[in-house]
T-cell receptor, first 114, second 112 residues
C-alpha cells in the first residue's frame, strides 16, 4: 500500500538538542510539506518542497531546517533555536502538478520537551 | 494568519442526526477542501470543491460553496459514532502558489 510514514511516533527533546523527524513516502509524489499542529488549532506550514533539492520556507520556519535529497524523503530537524517545539508534527505530500491538489498525510510525530 | 475559520468550534449530536459545519475565508480561492482528523492521527482528504462549483456530494457528505460570501459548509447526513473527529477546511488562495491554508477545525462528537 502506498502512503506516508512518519517516525518516530513520539519524540522527546532535551534542552539545547537538535532532533530530526523522518518522513518517507512511496506515492511518487513531487511535493512534500511539513506542518505543525498545536492543541485545538489548525495546521501551520513550516517548510515545503516542490521538487528534489529545492524547498521553501512556510509561515513558521524559524528554528527548523529541512533537506530534500531524495524524492521520497523530506526530514525535518527541530533545532535548539526553536524555543517552543512541543507540538504534533505532520508530514504531507501531493503530486505537485498544479495548485490545490489534495494532500496525503502521515500519522504524525508528537514532540515533547524533557 | 488563518485563511479558513470553522464554525462551530465544537459540535455534539446524537447518532442519526445531521451535522453541519461552516467555514469562512478571506481571499479569493482556486478551490476549497475538507479534511477529517481522528484523534492522534493525520488528516484524511474528504472532498474538494472548485471555485466555479456550488455544491458537491460524496456519499453522506454534502459540501456547498458560496464565493460571494466567501463561505463553505460541510453537511454529514445520518451521522454515526465513527464520524467523531475534527473536520478542517483548507483553501488555496489565488496567487498563493502551492500553499494550502488550514482552518482551526470543528470538533464533532457523535453520541451513540
Amino acid at each position: 500500500d502506498g502512503g506516508i510514514t512518519q517516525s518516530p511516533k513520539y519524540l522527546f527533546r532535551k534542552e539545547g538538542q537538535n532532533v530530526t523527524l523522518s518522513c518517507e513516502q512511496n506515492l511518487n509524489h513531487d511535493a512534500m510539506y511539513w506542518y505543525r499542529q498545536d492543541p485545538g488549532q489548525g495546521l501551520r506550514l513550516i517548510y515545503y518542497s516542490q521538487i528534489v533539492n529545492d524547498f521553501q520556507k512556510g509561515d513558521i520556519a524559524e528554528g527548523y531546517s529541512v533537506s530534500r535529497e531524495k524524492k521520497e524523503s523530506f526530514p525535518l530537524t527541530v533545532t535548539s533555536a526553536q524555543k517552543n517545539p512541543t507540538a504534533f508534527y505532520l508530514c504531507a505530500s501531493n503530486p505537485g502538478q498544479g495548485v490545490g491538489q489534495p494532500q496525503h498525510f502521515g500519522d504524525g510525530t508528537r514532540l515533547s520537551i524533557l | 494568519s488563518q485563511q479558513g475559520e470553522e464554525d462551530p468550534q465544537a459540535l455534539s449530536i446524537q447518532e442519526g442526526e445531521n451535522a453541519t459545519m461552516n467555514c469562512s475565508y478571506k481571499t479569493s480561492i482556486n478551490n476549497l477542501q475538507w479534511y477529517r482528523q481522528n484523534s492522534g492521527r493525520g488528516l484524511v482528504h474528504l472532498i474538494l470543491i472548485r471555485s466555479n462549483e456550488r455544491e458537491k456530494h460524496s456519499g453522506r457528505l454534502r459540501v456547498t460553496l458560496d464565493t460571494s460570501k466567501k463561505s463553505s459548509s460541510l453537511l454529514i447526513t445520518a451521522s454515526r459514532a465513527a464520524d467523531t473527529a475534527s473536520y478542517f477546511c483548507a483553501t488555496d488562495a489565488k496567487g498563493g502558489g502551492f500553499k494550502t491554508i488550514f482552518g482551526a477545525g470543528t470538533r464533532l462528537f457523535v453520541k451513540a
